[in-house]
């Protein structure tokens, strides 16, 4: 399998329905606990992230005290999940307009670029600009996409340790979806097979599997 190109990685959403459970489940497993991130209030969600190198990072996102809003669910249907999963990857680039319109193109609809912030529990305000995340993208092999302009990369800031290995994609229509990814920049050969991804972390307790 041909390796992805790491410097368009930013990073891996890893979602759950008890953000606090999970943060104590992936210390145990990988030997670093994520740090909070903070809360987005457009989502009803909050946020843990530990670094996968320089410039990559896993979000674990759940949600936060508010209760579920059946007009205005949360992504990654958060709200349903059973059990932690490795829901989509997000991708960087410096014009986020033309990737949007190169993946219409394509016929994947990353929606209208919009803007993000957050309040670290430091206070620090993080900024960034992104396409819509609640975007179906192939149930997420696609990713969405994020500038951070200015604002320092969390990849730098969280805790450290692990590392970003690899990361394989898998879709019935593998061709194609390699294809659409080659097409935004990320030179990856996805695998044929049910709809999928899982990240290969090393980490102080070894390798693991995220999916």
Same mark, same amino acid.
């Given at each position: ?16 329905? /008890? ?21 987005? %209030?457009? =989502?009803?969600? !909050?946020?843990?992230?530990? @670094?996968?190198?320089? !410039? ?11 209760? %579920? /809003?059946? /007009?205005?669910?949360? #992504? ?7 059990? %932690?999963?490795?829901?989509? =990857? ?8 033309? &990737?949007? @319109?190169? $993946? ?10 919009? @803007?993000?912030?957050? *309040? ?7 900024? =960034?600009?992104?396409?819509?995340? *609640? *975007? ?11 500038? =951070?302009?200015?604002? #320092?990369?969390?990849?730098? &800031? @969280? ?5 970003? $290995? ?19 920049? $990320? ?11 899982? $990240?290969?972390?090393?980490? %102080?307790?070894? !390798?693991?599997?995220? *999916?």
């Amino acid at each position: 399998m041909a390796p992805l190109l790491f410097s368009v990685i930013d990073h891996l959403v890893f979602a759950t329905s /008890d953000l606090e459970q999970c943060i104590r489940e992936l210390a145990d497993l990988l030997g670093v606990t994520a740090a909070l991130g903070g809360r987005h %209030p457009k =989502w009803r969600t !909050q946020n843990a992230l530990l @670094s996968l190198g320089p !410039q990559a990072y896993l979000e674990v996102m759940g949600p936060d005290d508010n209760p %579920p /809003d059946p /007009d205005n669910p949360r #992504p990654f249907g958060i709200d349903g999940l059973s059990s %932690p999963r490795l829901v989509t =990857w997000v991708a960087r680039t410096d014009d986020l307009q033309k &990737t949007a @319109s190169e $993946a219409k193109l394509l016929g994947i609809d990353l929606g209208e670029v919009q @803007s993000g912030s957050r *309040k670290k529990p430091d206070g620090t305000l993080l900024q =960034w600009q992104m396409t819509d995340l *609640k *975007k179906d993208r192939e149930n997420g092999v696609v990713p969405f996409f994020i500038n =951070w302009g200015a604002t #320092p990369h969390p990849g730098g &800031t @969280s805790p450290q340790g692990c590392s970003l $290995a690899r990361l394989r994609v898998f879709h019935p229509e593998a061709d194609r979806i390699t294809h659409v990814l080659s097409r935004l920049g $990320a030179k990856l050969e996805v695998e044929k097979g049910p709809v999928g991804l899982e $990240a290969l972390v090393r980490a %102080p307790r070894g !390798q693991v599997i995220l *999916k």
